[in-house]
């Protein structure tokens, strides 16, 4: 579900369903698909966030499957860029 738009971002949750969580492999793919975009894009885990173009961020979410992440989308293209990263979620985690 996104929310936001336009002005100011755009946000949407998503369950991990990967049975190993954002390890090495995906989480590297994720960094790479977002890194393509030309949108602020954060990843909310509880109480912790990280930049999805950093590596290091990603990882330190330590998120597990059936955790649930907020990804939130911020820029002039974000409602197409939030529309990829749910897709990359979708097919990878």
Not at 33 to 49: P, R, V
Request: aromatic share 8%.
């Amino acid at each position: 579900m996104y929310t936001g738009g336009g002005l100011w971002m755009v946000s949407f949750t998503y369950v991990i369903k990967d049975k190993l969580g954002i390890h090495a492999r995906p989480g590297l793919l994720l960094v790479q698909e977002a890194g393509k975009l030309t949108s602020d894009i954060t990843i909310f885990k509880g109480t912790k966030s990280g930049d999805a173009k950093h590596m290091f961020c990603v990882m330190n979410l330590a998120a597990k499957q059936g955790d649930q992440i907020m990804v939130q989308v911020e820029g002039d293209n974000e409602v197409a860029d939030a529309e990829v990263m749910r897709n990359f979620l979708e097919d990878n985690l």
